[in-house]
């Protein structure tokens, strides 16, 4: 390695050193791979922002990329394993493949993010499942994209931290078929295969399936998993193609949402559960079918009609200190996605985009109380043991109903400048049909009689980009974002009394509003990307109470995310290359008073100032691949009044091998936390006191995979 070479390296790991222990900045890989050897760049182009194809160099928002080559690579058995990879993101593990979200917001179970699958969301606003991910086939994706922030005007409520678009892989003009197979620690066992039906006049079709197994690594936490996904292209004739897409995945798991433990268990006997009657289990189906027709003339036309179902059936343990409770949800869509797009051929190189997209959702929550039996211990070292259930709670139906339309436009008024504007309008009703008799009920909940709640909202986007030189690009933008109430928000508060309940439907939209100033390029051999956002949500809700002493929630809350996001990358030598991902951000509260507390300036609780992620891969021979990841989580307060002090961060070394064994064979191996260092998953407090979710300890995995 020359000395430019190794200067360059150290001062990229020197980078990452000071960004993970002086709670500097978050670092971010928005990367493709060109080969199998992990060769990373920029990506020419994204589909996220617009629904088709776009050149990133005029995309202004900060898209993170990651390809099919990559996902191959990673194998990630957890979203955690791969998404981290991106600039400002971090996925935490709640158990198998469940999961929170961390997107310029701090880990939270709360609808910020918008889940897509093929730029279809992967379930109906106001039933938002924080764990959404492990119902999409993320192993065998063709690629993902993710939109860091509010999304443009193509995309509505739930869109404010963030967008995950789970892209599916294109069928081949070849015949053919892969299989892998893996097993490891702690009883996993993973089959992943599909086939490719090649060309068969003017249709191709791939098929992919994924079935999973873990006993889990502490006491009853087994989880399986068995998803299918078909994608049929069809090309009716020279200006008409039609994509159809299918994805069912079933989820079964017993969770204890990680059964977080006082610090002494934590430390000394991290395989206990305290919450093992808990259990998820989830199926879930989608079906697409896009139509693309060109017009002629620059113009293109798609519609989109879809149907997916989502069930489950839950015993949350997060309920059992509070109104435990068995959950049974159901949530069909019939959706319709319509788009039409002009380019015109004038010297602004402008192109207009406008549609409208059209959701009915109709669906059913039942919920019966349940008792717990537990070991009679009091406080933090309670453990549950069993339960009884109890009477019905909540039983109703909900019709929710959107129309939007939008509008987005793009022109270049000068040669090196594109600007982008858009707006859309979301109308959106809920309307509840109560299967329980008004008044309290045997449980002690109060219910409402038939009732409806109506949003809608005018979100405004303007953005632009600026060619500086021919490999550098700055961008800046301004995105308004919202998100309605989910239907539990409005319809199951808890409410022991008509007021609660009256607030509850009294609700507004939570209101976001988001500045971003972007470059990305590359120079003498390094790809960049620097992003700094300010994000700032108002009408949160939060708890008061009324002259009665009733706790009602209300939109009383604002608080404010602004953070500096960094991405780079580069071929160190012929053999090896570094990629870097880093983010540093305050997340905190400006106005957030409680029935009980002030919390005003107080940095939000589980919410880390730095993120990183280091890796450095070695491709010694063609074939031959060997990664070392190095991630950094920085501090974050436990409780939001910021009292029980934070939780102390952790680094974590994850190594990643493989070779391949002739042409159609590849051995790989993976070895996580490889230090075997004690950490959490998560970290929260209470009254009671603190509370941590211990991670995975030192596991390794190996497999074979071929390909015919």
């Known amino acids: 390695m020359n000395s430019r070479a190794l200067q360059a390296l150290a001062a990229a790991t020197l980078a990452c050193a000071q960004l993970a222990y002086a709670d500097m900045a978050n670092v971010t890989d928005n990367r493709t791979t060109d080969s199998a050897s992990q060769t990373i760049t920029l990506p020419a182009v994204t589909v996220t922002g617009t629904r088709e194809e776009t050149l ?11 390809s099919r080559d990559a996902i191959a690579f990673t194998r990630p058995a957890h979203p955690q394993q791969l998404l981290g990879q991106i600039p400002g993101v971090a996925i935490a593990v709640t158990n198998g493949e469940g999961h929170t979200t961390a997107i310029r917001q701090g880990f939270s179970t709360s609808p910020l993010y918008l889940f897509l699958e093929d730029g279809i969301p992967a379930r109906a606003t106001g039933n938002f499942n924080h764990n959404a991910l492990y119902e999409l086939n993320i192993p065998s994706a063709g690629g993902i994209e993710v939109v860091r922030g509010i999304g443009s005007a193509l995309y509505g409520s739930d869109a404010i931290g963030g967008i995950v678009n789970v892209l599916s892989r294109t069928p081949q003009a070849k015949q053919g078929a892969d299989l892998s197979v893996e097993a490891g620690a702690f009883g996993w066992g993973r089959l992943l295969g599909g086939v490719d039906s090649g060309q068969i006049g003017s249709n191709a079709l791939r098929a992919d399936f994924n079935i999973t197994h873990s006993d889990g690594w502490r006491s009853r936490t087994a989880y399986d998993r068995q998803s299918l996904n078909l994608r049929w292209d069809h090309e009716f004739d020279a200006s008409t193609t039609i994509k159809t ?6 989820v079964d798991q017993q969770t204890g949402a ?38 002629g003339g620059g113009e293109q036309l798609s519609i989109t009609p879809y149907f997916r179902e989502n069930r489950m059936d839950l015993n949350g343990s997060y309920n059992f200190t509070n109104g435990p409770r068995i959950e049974n949800t159901a949530v069909q869509s019939f959706g319709l996605m319509t788009k039409f797009r002009k380019n015109f051929e004038d010297s602004m190189r402008s192109r207009f985009i406008a549609g409208i997209d059209i959701d009915v959702s109709p669906s059913q929550r039942q919920e019966d109380k349940i008792t717990l039996t537990d070991n009679g211990t009091t406080g933090l070292f309670r453990q549950y043991t069993g339960y009884t259930v109890g009477q019905r709670i909540y039983d109703y139906k909900v019709n929710y109903q959107s129309v939007a339309p939008y509008a987005h436009l793009e022109m270049s008024p000068v040669e090196r400048l594109r600007v982008t504007v858009g707006l859309r309008y979301d109308y959106a009703r809920f309307s509840m049909t109560n299967h329980l008799a008004a008044g309290i009920n045997a449980g002690g909940f109060f219910q409402s009689g038939d009732t409806a709640a109506n949003f809608s909202r005018l979100s405004p986007k303007l953005g632009m980009t600026l060619e500086l030189s021919a490999d550098t690009h700055a961008f800046a933008s301004y995105n308004q974002g919202f998100r309605t109430p989910s239907e539990n928000q409005l319809f199951r508060a808890g409410a022991s009394s008509s007021a609660q309940v009256n607030a509850a439907l009294a609700l507004k939209p939570i209101r976001a509003d988001q500045f971003e100033l972007g470059l990305r390029g590359a120079h003498q051999g390094w790809a960049y990307e620097v992003v700094a956002y300010l994000l700032t949500k108002h009408d949160d809700l939060l708890a008061q109470r009324d002259s009665s002493g009733a706790v009602l929630q209300t939109n009383n809350g604002a608080t404010r995310h602004k953070g500096l996001e960094l991405g780079l990358g580069r071929q160190m030598t012929a053999t090896l290359r570094a990629d870097l991902a880093a983010s540093y951000a305050v997340h905190r509260y400006t106005a957030w008073q409680t029935a009980t507390a002030n919390y005003s300036g107080n940095e939000v609780e589980a919410a880390p100032r730095v993120l990183s ?36 961060g952790h680094d974590l070394l994850n190594l990643r091998l493989s070779q391949k064994l002739g042409k159609q064979a590849v051995l790989f191996a993976r070895l996580t936390n490889l230090l075997d260092k004690r950490y959490a998953d998560s970290a929260a407090a209470s009254s009671s006191g603190a509370l941590y979710a211990p991670g995975l300890p030192r596991a390794a995995y190996l497999g074979l995979e071929t390909k015919w």
């Open 245 to 250: 897409i299918l994805g069912a995945t079933k």
């Open 613 to 648: 992620n280091l890796r450095i891969t070695w491709e010694p021979s063609q074939g031959t691949q060997a990664q070392l990841e190095w991630v950094r989580l920085g501090s974050y307060f436990l409780d939001a009044e910021n009292r029980y002090g934070k939780y102390a």
């Open 56 to 66: 990133l160099s005029e995309t202004p928002s900060a898209v993170g990329v990651i």
């Open 258 to 295: 990680n059964s977080a433990l006082p610090y002494a268990l934590y430390q000394n006997d991290p395989t206990v559960n305290l919450r093992s009657p808990a259990y998820r289990k989830v199926d879930a189906f989608r079906l697409s079918t896009a139509i693309q027709k060109d017009l």
